[in-house]
């Protein structure tokens, strides 16, 4: 996975597709904690296109303080599909495009960690960190946060630290870093 810095951004803007993506976790340690929630948003400059969303069986108890900021529950994911399931069918949804993740390193390592775990290769696609990129592209934010980004960028936040939502708000973000905050 190759990270894209702004000017490859900018140039692959018009062209390529894109899939925003969030993941949800037990903790903040990709090597021991997992992943509970996926979600995805396929985007480019013409808006939105299509959704992924699922929740992931952990096969372990979610500790309080991670249900306590996502708000994920055990109850929540008893029955919902393990990662053995929801992790490829992700990866089927992003195909080649570039993924893009606010704070991306967070996300990938979870990624890369889980594939490691049930013995697949990480995909090649090219990766974009809206935290990263929104440092160089708007400087001078009082914060790089996706929730006082979407703030100073009117993108409604929907629910924070919920897959789908956080996913949609890195998406809605992307042409701001792309225009340098020009666009509208």
């Known amino acids: 996975m190759k990270n894209l810095d702004l000017a490859a951004l900018r140039e692959l803007w018009p062209r390529a597709a894109f899939v925003a993506f969030d993941f949800e976790t037990t ?102 960190d809206t935290c990263a990129l929104a440092r160089l592209a708007l400087p001078g934010m009082r914060s790089y946060s996706l929730q006082n980004l979407a703030r100073d960028f009117r993108i409604d936040p929907g629910s924070a630290h919920r897959a789908l939502d956080d996913a949609r708000v890195c998406a809605r973000l992307v042409p701001h870093i792309v225009t340098g905050g020009a666009w509208s």
């Open 27 to 128: 903790g903040l340690d990709g090597r021991n904690d997992r992943i509970v929630e996926i979600g995805a948003l396929r985007f480019g400059p013409d808006g939105e296109t299509e959704a992924f969303q699922t929740l992931v069986d952990p096969g372990r108890p979610i500790p309080w303080g991670a249900s306590k900021v996502n708000g994920i529950s055990d109850a929540m994911v008893r029955g919902q599909p393990d990662l053995e399931s929801a992790l490829p069918r992700f990866l089927a949804f992003a195909g080649g495009a570039v993924l893009v993740a606010h704070n991306a390193p967070f996300d990938l390592g979870f990624l890369k960690a889980g594939l490691a775990r049930l013995g697949l290769k990480a995909p090649s696609n090219p990766t974009a």
